[in-house]
């Protein structure tokens, strides 16, 4: 994550705006140079950093701890302003930089308490691992010391003076992108607010539950018969937290394909594996890529500044790739509170037991401290005692009565998951990986791996068992039915190896059937990603070629499910009828969006028609269907539909292929009683009209990447909403320095080349394939990589945003470990890092 610090730039730099060599200029020593001799206190010999054409560096080193310091150095010096953005987010001390209008982001993450987590993760790593975050934590300082004159334009401009970096900093960063896969989190919060909305019983048809599986009315039947309206104090603030967050970092954000082909399947006679990890568009990317060659350690991939590890990659013996399992690890439990006796008490089987109190002291830029209590029940803390509606935003919230929202997690055990990530990437051989991957508790995970004759999936992380219940709705925390009974076994996790298929493969999709031995979760992602990856990858042979076609495949299994909705007898009589019955001008437009729909090939192109008009109408489709309900756009219950759809298997594409008894077909500003047909009638002529609004009448005009874009937004320009009118005028100025687009965008949620937008918000790309990773054991150099935008994140240096189009086009750089190869990649100009005399 960038750094915040752009909000209080200095209006110099705002007369410098808008002339992007001079604001180069003026920070240009802010760039580590590429070449030359730094002696450096810390270093037991000496490290070399070569960089490719994008910027991406090899670190050679004749001992692994010297390359680890170099780690920290080129970290530092390519992302220092997104480390300490991370840092302070994690910690809760935005506001220490960016002022009161992040206040809310810091209470709620002080809530989370990562830092205890940290704790936690730290203390059960091995001393051995100790030392490796040690040293690349005095790598991280020796670059702020060197550099502290000479920081990024967005630090040295704010004025904020980063503290150095601590080893526990580094595990820090790590719980916080662990959180950031909390997938149900924001789903129950949402669920809280439709709830207050349509109550507990309609509630079933609005939450992330598969077409072949039961709508959960028993899980609802937990919010039955309770009065939560007036009585939730701070729910939309909690929401809106949660939503800032994710838009800033991320949270619950369904994330990345991988597959492993097996050798019998590819072209070559060896294995492959390829890896796109889906994270929310931003500038810079949360990644970078690094390679590392020491004598004792080897490997190239993706890394997050901060973290001492190769994240994905290669290491010469084993390709390992993620993604998000859509684990089900934490839980809501509301509780019911009280205050008495200036104590707040929460019930528990009966009885009032006092809630437990934590001290936060919140400092804030041009602001007094503030000093708050947090409280918390034995089923967490309390994220609404410190968030929630005041007369001032710096004045402390009192929780009085009513119920208190608990947050539970499996964060705060104590396990090996950091020196499992980093046997992993030694890992020789599938078995070996096998072995680590078993390891990792702390962050649940579908990896899936490859030596040049095996290939294999692990599924990793911590799962609670619950009593009762099955955690996709807020529990009452009162009732002891519903706690957890410790966690699932090890054993149980799912994994696979070799299969007879020749591939393996994961999206996000479910990976275990309805009444498995253990519960995963109960919120998947749409199933189309995955399903299409078993269409290509289970069909001929393949070569690097053939994965990075598929990595760009813009092809959506959605679309055929769809016109077989159209299709069918039941619908198609009633459909025409219901065509027949609109508004005489409405009837052609409904008709032309029905032939073009039923016409379509399910590609979605950036150029294409058909693929606006097919987005169109799912946009429609979703109003037509749940505004009434849940709206106006602006309320809460509407924005907490659009936000499951983010996350989850939606009610919008659940109702498109099924639910006709639904009640959500009627429309209740009508005095008539709708039916499926008849929405899907209205929907089919509103998507017409949308187009004809926003393109124009010349359907040879329309094009899916008009309405559908990218663009590359830092941190800073996504904050300006919630800061002052000065600060938002200053950024404003800044936007074209610091920002990269817009670029036409194809695809959407459900094709392999990822491209997400808020379903029935707007149609702006908020979720994309932020790295790709290829590697083919039969290639003289099986690792290839491109990343989503540069590799630095310092607007000044010439590698800030020039990977922006390598990834559009599909320019992968490869990371050669033939020595023989690597000047060819990475030239002959080194920096060289020497001890300090």
């Known amino acids: 994550m960038r750094t915040l610090a752009c909000l209080t730039l200095a209006a110099s730099l705002t007369g410098l705006a808008g002339c992007q060599s001079l604001l180069n200029s ?145 595990v820090l960063l790590f719980c916080l992108l662990n959180f950031g896969l909390a997938v149900n989190l924001q789903e129950e919060i949402a669920a809280l607010v439709m709830a207050q909305q349509v109550g507990a019983d309609q509630l079933p048809w609005l939450l992330p539950i598969y077409p072949d599986e039961a709508l959960p009315f028993d899980e609802a039947q937990k919010l039955a018969g309770l009065d939560l309206k007036g009585q939730l104090p701070g729910l939309q603030a909690v929401g809106q937290a949660a939503a800032q967050i994710a838009a800033q970092h991320m949270l619950g954000v369904a994330a990345s394909n991988n597959w492993a082909i097996a050798p019998e399947r590819t072209r070559g006679g060896k294995s492959l594996l390829a890896n796109d990890t889906h994270l929310p568009l931003a500038m810079p990317s949360l990644w970078n890529f690094v390679q590392i060659r020491s004598p004792k350690y080897q490997a190239a991939g993706i890394s997050l500044a901060g973290v001492p590890a190769v994240v994905a990659g290669y290491n010469g013996k084993l390709a390992w790739g993620m993604t998000m399992v859509m684990g089900d690890n934490q839980d809501l439990f509301l509780e019911r509170v009280k205050r008495e006796g200036g104590r707040l008490l929460y019930l528990a089987d009966g009885q009032w037991l006092p809630a437990g109190e934590r001290q936060e002291t919140f400092f804030i830029r041009g602001q007094r401290p503030i000093r708050e209590t947090l409280y918390e029940t034995r089923n967490g803390p309390l994220l609404n005692s410190v968030l929630g509606e005041r007369k001032h935003a710096l004045q402390p919230m009192r929780l009085e009565s009513g119920y208190g929202l608990a947050l539970k997690t499996t964060q705060f055990e104590r396990d090996a998951s950091l020196d499992a990530f980093f046997d992993l990437s030694r890992a020789q051989s599938v078995d070996a990986a096998f072995e680590a991957t078993r390891e990792i508790r702390a962050m649940p995970l579908n990896i899936v791996f490859a030596d040049a004759q095996h290939i294999g999936w692990q599924v990793t992380g911590r799962f609670p068992n619950r009593r009762e219940g099955r955690g996709l709705l807020p529990s009452p925390g009162w009732d002891a039915r519903y706690a957890w009974d410790g966690f699932a076994d090890p054993m149980l996790h799912p994994y696979d190896q070799d299969p007879p298929q020749g591939w393996l493969g994961s999206a996000n999709q479910r990976s275990v059937q309805p009444g498995y031995g253990m519960q995963l979760s109960s ?315």
């Open 26 to 170: 003026r920070y240009a020593d802010s760039v580590p140079p590429t070449r030359g001799v730094e002696r450096i206190q810390g270093l037991a010999e000496s490290a070399s950093i070569r960089r490719n054409a994008l910027g991406m560096p090899l670190i050679e080193s004749g001992t692994f701890h010297d390359a680890l310091f170099a780690l920290g150095y080129v970290h530092a010096g390519d992302r220092l302003s997104q480390m300490v953005g991370m840092r302070l987010l994690a910690e809760g001390r935005l506001a220490e930089m960016a002022g009161p209008g992040v206040l809310e982001m810091d209470r709620f993450m002080r809530a989370v308490n990562l830092k205890r987590s940290a704790e936690e993760l730290y203390a059960g790593a091995s001393p051995r691992l100790k030392r490796f975050f040690e040293v690349y934590a005095r790598g991280v300082n020796a670059y702020m010391f060197r550099y502290r004159e000479r920081l990024p334009m967005d630090l040295a401009e704010s004025g904020y003076r980063p503290a150095y970096w601590k080893p526990e900093d580094s």
């Open 523 to 837: 919120s998947w992602y749409y199933p189309e990603r995955a399903e299409r990856i078993a269409e290509l990858a289970g069909s001929g042979q393949h070569d690097s070629r053939s994965m990075i076609a598929m990595q760009y495949d813009q092809t959506s299994p959605f679309v055929a499910k769809l016109q077989a909705m159209f299709n069918d007898p039941g619908m198609q009589g009633p459909l025409r009828d219901a065509i027949a019955a609109l508004p005489a001008a409405q009837r052609p437009r409904a008709e032309e969006a029905l032939q073009r729909l039923l016409a379509f090939d399910g590609r979605l192109a950036a150029s294409s028609a058909d693929a606006a008009i097919y987005a169109a109408f799912l946009h429609e489709s979703a109003r037509q269907t749940f505004l009434d309900e849940l709206g106006p756009e602006s309320s809460p219950a509407w924005q907490a539909l659009v936000q499951t759809a983010n996350t989850s298997y939606s009610a919008q594409a659940d109702h498109l292929l099924g639910r006709p008894d639904s009640p959500f077909w009627n429309d209740l500003r009508t005095p008539q009683q709708e039916d499926k047909p008849a929405i899907l009638a209205r929907s089919l002529a509103a998507s017409i009209e949308l187009l004809e609004s926003r393109l124009g009448q010349e359907r040879s005009a329309w094009q899916w990447g008009k309405l559908h874009s990218y663009a590359w937004v830092t941190e800073t320009t996504r904050l300006a909403p919630y800061m002052s009118a000065s600060q938002r005028a200053s950024i404003n100025t800044l936007k074209s320095y610091l920002d990269r687009g817009p670029y036409p965008a194809g695809g959407d949620h459900s094709t392999l080349n990822v491209s997400a937008y808020a379903w029935g918000q707007d149609f702006d790309t908020w979720l994309i394939p932020a790295m790709r990773i290829v590697v083919d054991f039969a290639a003289a150099e099986p690792l290839r990589g491109v990343n989503s935008s540069g590799q630095s994140g310092n607007p000044a240096s010439p590698h800030y945003a020039d990977g922006i189009e390598a990834w559009l086009k599909g320019g992968y750089m490869s990371f050669p470990f033939r020595a023989e190869n690597l000047d060819k990649v990475y030239g002959n100009q080194r920096l060289l890092l020497m001890p300090a005399r």
